[in-house]
Nanobody, 122 residues
Framework: QVQLVESGGGLVQAGGSLRLSCAAS????????MAWFRQPPGKEREFVAK????????YYADSVKGRFTISRDNAKNTVYLQMNSLKPEDTAVYYC???????????????WGQGIQVTVSS
């Protein structure tokens, strides 16, 4: 079955950096667009960043543009999220997602990881 396993979360001070990883198995990784979403405490899940199957195309939420970078290594079936200049408002559970379509992560065909906590202290 499909598994998406996030790692790299934790507690960091404001202004610091973290790198999240998501290891995928059970699917043809290079055929899937990948994305990161997050759910802040008490709020709904929101989009953070996405990357096309080849890595040639990326797109970011305005709130993270210029601070976060999404990348992928198709040889390792892994997608990354480099998070720099972290702010307390970046505190959330971060989820990895996979979908065959670059623009269809809202569909029922999306696979989700279990989520990982990122906490940014002020």
């Amino acid at each position: 079955q499909v598994q998406l396993v996030e790692s790299g979360g934790g507690l960091v001070q404001a202004g610091g950096s973290l790198r999240l990883s998501c290891a995928a198995s059970g699917l043809p990784f290079r055929n899937y667009a990948m994305a990161w979403f997050r759910q802040p405490p008490g709020k709904e899940r929101e989009f953070v960043a996405k990357i096309s199957w080849s890595g040639a195309n990326t797109y970011y939420a305005d709130s993270v543009k210029g601070r976060f970078t999404i990348s992928r290594d198709n040889a390792k079936n892994t997608v990354y999220l480099q998070m720099n200049s972290l702010k307390p408002e970046d505190t959330a559970v971060y989820y990895c997602a996979a979908n065959q379509g670059y623009n269809t992560f809202a569909s029922a065909g999306t696979y989700w990881g279990q989520g990982i906590q990122v906490t940014v202290s002020s």
